[in-house]
């Protein structure tokens, strides 16, 4: 009719899953991929691990390492992109699992995902804080004179509070309109663009000296007498970390779907679109670090300029040192690594905020009436990027009094987002196909070949995350995240067992009449209405 105005795809499709569109629709393809690539990130999981993962076995590796996981990674996010044409909701990963697991099953499936998606984000905006504080301890060790100059080495009270203050800071931006995270995040994705391009090409011009090839692409070396690990397969096993690390984060497109437009197509664009920019890029930075190794054993030395703490500021340090003789350039490359993540960890609170938003308005969260609200001018919630902050925060304290707080929060991290990725895939595997409605991207008969290497593939990643990183196991090295998420698990299981299997039906649809709202004929689910 003429003067009508088109309902938005996305929105269209929401309405007809049972919601309505109380988020502002506003952001463009573009936008959502500059967060969902933020939340990637270039270098914040690679920088951080880089070190551990080239101790285990050498450069060689780490390299092919990147170029095989992101291989499997590519199935998890064709699954992931066919799911998300179909479902294009907020509630992403764990109303993904309560419609493709049906009537039955769904409400377990959606409270497993749900909450192993949480716990997964939430941590995961600690392995940003952590990860940024220790850069910024690299950057001001080597301000004020270096470890073998007398520089400020931060103590662990003050960590802590550059922890605390990062997730803060992320809580505080979070509170605006998201056209302010948006911008911000368009910030992001041209920083790390451009910061890492000219890292990629700088570096290994600077250094004075650069490894040859064979080295780069064919040594391999193990070092049982620093990580205690004899066996070279398990060696190698623990050096893909950085790469499994790496790479996740994708889903965010999925977060923002019920804020973007034409979100049943452009959610899956994200969604594949980040993943193969951070696997060209990734490369890059980890052939442009490695390349430039002036001496491997020095890197993890303690006494080196560095304190032996962080292997990639020990690179820079060597080649801008070596070529100049001052660390400045140095400190400026490490100022653009520690913007990525400031950026990352705002991008993954946004994500979490959103998870835990959707989970209280299905009433699955304590106090769901808190955590659910929105903000009257900014339409955000608010209150649950809050309560993602202080659960960050409070998973920091440990950094008082322990060494391994960041191999355990990264175990956790990886663990419960990619772990929440399983859900659905397993899920849209076994479904019939006829039960299953597409959107616009469709993998038609490829879909359960690619599902079912995905589903392996987060098995397994999900496995060498919860196992030992040095021998003999002790109360220092010890790998935390199987205790610590075991105890969540299982307090989280108790709950479905005693109560909240009792009234938790999973995704709890606002609009009581779709055709008087401008959906559909209701979600259909295996042939029964939700």
Not at 332 to 346: C, D, E, N
Not at 388 to 393: E, M, N
Request: proline share 5%; glycine share 10%; charged share 10%.
């Amino acid at each position: 009719m003429a003067g009508e105005v088109a309902i938005d795809s996305g929105e269209k499709r929401l309405n007809e899953l049972g919601y309505k569109q109380e988020l502002r629709r506003e952001m463009t393809l573009f936008k959502t991929l500059a967060i969902s690539f933020s939340t990637m990130t270039l270098f914040t999981g690679i920088t951080p691990l880089y070190g551990s993962s080239l101790r285990y076995t050498g450069p060689a590796s780490l390299v092919w390492g990147w170029v095989v996981v992101s291989f499997f990674t590519w199935f998890v996010g064709f699954a992931m992109a066919e799911i998300c044409s179909s479902f294009p909701t907020t509630g992403s990963l764990y109303f993904w699992a309560a419609h493709l697991a049906g009537p039955v099953w769904g409400p377990l499936a959606s409270w497993c995902c749900a909450w192993l998606e949480a716990i997964g984000l939430i941590a995961g905006i600690g392995t940003q804080a952590f990860a940024g504080s220790q850069v910024l301890q690299s950057i001001i060790l080597l301000c004020t004179g270096t470890n073998k100059g007398g520089g400020y080495l931060t103590p662990r009270w003050l960590f802590l509070l550059m922890y605390i203050g990062l997730t803060f800071i992320w809580a505080v931006l979070n509170t605006f309109a998201l056209e302010v995270i948006a911008f911000l995040d368009l910030i992001s994705m041209w920083w790390q663009v451009i910061g890492g391009t000219v890292i990629v090409i700088v570096l290994p011009l600077v250094a004075k000296t650069t490894q040859p090839a064979s080295y780069v692409f064919t040594h391999f070396e193990t070092a049982p007498e620093a990580t205690g690990i004899r066996s070279s397969a398990y060696a190698a096993i623990l050096s893909l970390l950085v790469s499994q690390y790496s790479l996740y984060g994708y889903d965010a497109a999925a977060h923002l779907t019920e804020e973007t437009k034409g979100a049943d197509k452009n959610g899956p664009i994200a969604i594949l679109s980040s993943i193969g920019i951070i696997t060209v890029f990734g490369w890059a930075y980890i052939l442009a670090l490695t390349f430039s190794i002036q001496d491997f054993s020095y890197l993890f030395d303690p006494s080196n300029e560095t304190a032996g703490t962080f292997v990639p500021a020990q690179i820079l340090f060597d080649a801008f040192h070596g070529r100049y003789g001052s660390s400045a350039g140095a400190v400026a490359l490490l100022f653009v690594i520690w913007g990525s993540f400031f950026f990352g960890g705002l991008s993954i609170t946004t994500s979490a905020a959103r998870v835990v938003y959707a989970l209280s308005r299905d009433r699955g969260v304590p106090l769901s009436s808190v955590w659910r609200r929105v903000h009257p001018r900014h339409r955000v919630p608010s209150n649950a990027v809050w309560l993602c902050a202080a659960a960050c925060a409070l998973l920091g304290l440990p950094i008082l009094w322990i060494n391994v707080v960041f191999t355990a929060i990264t175990s956790i991290a990886t663990i419960g987002w990619v772990g929440g990725y399983a859900v659905p895939i397993f899920a849209r595997m076994v479904m019939r196909e006829e039960d299953f409605s597409p959107g616009p991207f469709y993998l038609r008969r490829a879909s359960r070949p690619v599902c079912l290497v995905a589903f392996l593939w987060i098995c397994y990643t999900c496995t060498v995350f919860l196992l030992p990183t040095a021998y003999p196991i002790s109360a220092g090295n010890f790998n935390y995240a199987p205790v610590a998420l075991g105890a969540c698990l299982g307090l989280i299981g108790l709950w479905w067992v005693l109560d909240a299997r009792r009234w938790f039906k999973g995704p709890v649809r606002n609009i009581d009449d779709p055709q008087k709202d401008g959906g559909g004929d209701g979600v259909r689910n295996n042939g029964n209405k939700v």
